[in-house]
């Protein structure tokens, strides 16, 4: 499609439009006189009177007309001028809003989450806030379900992230996913490969297992479920770290507990291999525990509905 040389290059006259020389025409028909738009601007009059020439110089047509006692506008000026208030508005609704804003970007998030947790949701939760409100603050603390529900049932306070096996019915727990699990073993152990096991057989099995679940302080959600299966009698490596209870698994030192989304590498190299265990499935329920009592401040409470919102837009993230 080719325009005309002069269409041309009026449309190329009005990509260059300053939004300065708007401004000074925006205030010279709201105020309707030069003088109290040259004041309300800081300008001197004539520069004023410039301004808008050079406008209408650009636009190729009369905003306002000159040598009438009364301050009139023409019919194109009146229509620039519609459309100037609509620009200047939405430019003062925005600077508004940005103010609102930082006032809301202040404060801290404290939340009380279960060891180990892998979960998109809550890393994406995390990063959109930040970019959301860059200045607030947070504090993370790891500990079990247990301590977690009692101090938010004492303290009337808090954000949770537990592994629950039903809602507490004193609180508000929303349930957010559950988290899959499995047992795995190494490339070099005798089960590599199988595609199914008793529970009976794994109990026979060295464990690698991490070392606070070991000391007794319920890390989970691999605590909970290898007690469920009634593995650990046989500790042969323990780590407080996931990282290094894998490397111990896939060095062949023994089975051991992982959640499927930390191990996917692993497993595709030929590294790890998991063991179905015939009519027990591992999976954990993870929920977002909250008083219905509490005051949560506006930081808080920005949190809380961002997780909601995540869950509406992604019901699929774990």
């Known amino acids: 499609l080719q325009f005309p040389v002069g269409v041309t290059k009026h449309r190329g006259m009005l990509a260059d439009l300053n939004l300065n020389l708007l401004r000074s025409f925006f205030l010279i028909a709201k105020e309707r006189s030069l003088t109290r738009a040259a004041a309300r601007l800081n300008m001197s009059q004539p520069s004023v009177s410039q301004a808008l020439q050079r406008l209408e110089e650009q636009l190729g047509c009369q905003l306002v007309l000159r040598g009438s006692r009364k301050f009139e506008l023409t019919a194109p000026g009146q229509k620039v001028f519609e459309e100037c208030s609509e620009i200047f508005e939405a430019v003062e609704r925005i600077a508004q809003r940005t103010q609102e804003r930082a006032v809301e970007e202040f404060g801290e998030v404290r939340i009380q989450i279960i060891s180990n947790l892998e979960s998109p949701l809550v890393n994406e939760a995390l990063r959109l806030y930040h970019q959301r409100y860059p200045s607030v603050t947070w504090t993370v603390e790891v500990q079990n379900s247990q301590d977690t ?27 957010l996913f559950r988290e899959e699990f499995s047992v795995y073993c190494g490339a070099e152990h005798p089960f590599f490969g199988r595609k199914e096991v008793e529970k009976r057989e794994l109990r026979q099995e060295s464990f690698v297992s991490f070392t606070c679940a070991t000391e007794g302080m319920g890390l989970e959600p691999m605590a909970v479920l290898s007690q469920s299966l009634g593995l650990g009698e046989r500790i042969s490596g323990q780590s407080p770290n996931l990282e290094e209870v894998r490397r111990m698994i896939v060095a062949g030192l023994g089975i051991g507990i992982l959640p499927l989304t930390a191990v996917h590498d692993e497993v595709a190299k030929g590294l790890l291999w998991p063991l179905e265990i015939k009519g027990f499935p591992l999976g954990a329920d993870v929920f977002l525990v909250t008083h219905p009592e509490c005051d949560y401040s506006r930081a808080e409470r920005h949190f809380l509905d961002l997780i909601k919102e995540l869950r509406i837009l992604y019901p699929d993230m774990h």
Do not use: A, D, M
């Open 149 to 175: 529900i009692k101090r938010i049932q004492t303290e009337k306070c808090g954000i949770g992230f537990c592994l629950l096996s039903r809602p507490v019915f004193s609180l508000n727990c929303q349930l």
